[in-house]
């Protein structure tokens, strides 16, 4: 099994940047990805990777501010985020598929999930 510990969460003011990272233990897992959920809000797809060919996929809201990463040597999926909007705000999650290399935007298509780590932008 796979287990997801997630950091980097906090308070940012608007135009602001944070750096989260998912490292991943346990079981092999094919795609990375990073999903977020405000109060009120259905779980919205953010970014995702694919360990071995590091192929991504971003979601519509994030796309060009945000960008996600690995190292494989440290196990460890990253997502930068810059010039964040209050409405970034939100608990964001790690999450692992262990079915097959795709970049699955839909939270059903992950088996394992992180704990995860509010980040909230001010005004």
């Known amino acids: 099994q796979v287990q997801l510990v997630e950091s980097g969460g906090g308070l940012v003011q608007a135009g602001g940047s944070l750096r989260l990272s998912c490292a991943a233990s346990?079981?092999?897992?094919?795609?990375m990805a990073w999903f977020r959920q405000a109060p009120g809000k259905e779980r919205e797809f953010v970014a995702a990777?694919?360990?071995?060919?590091?192929?991504?996929g971003y979601g519509d809201s994030v796309s060009g501010r945000f960008t996600i990463s690995r190292d494989n040597a440290k196990n460890t999926v990253y997502l930068q985020m810059n010039s964040l909007k209050p409405e970034d705000t939100a608990v964001y999650y790690c999450?692992?598929?262990?079915?097959?290399?795709?970049?699955?935007?839909?939270?059903?298509?992950?088996?394992?999930w992180g704990q995860g780590t509010q980040v909230t932008v001010s005004f």
């Open positions: 999450a692992a598929r262990t079915a097959d290399y795709t970049i699955a935007r839909t939270s059903s298509a992950y088996d394992v």
């Open positions: 346990g079981r092999t897992s094919k795609t």
């Open positions: 990777i694919i360990w071995g060919g590091g192929s991504t």
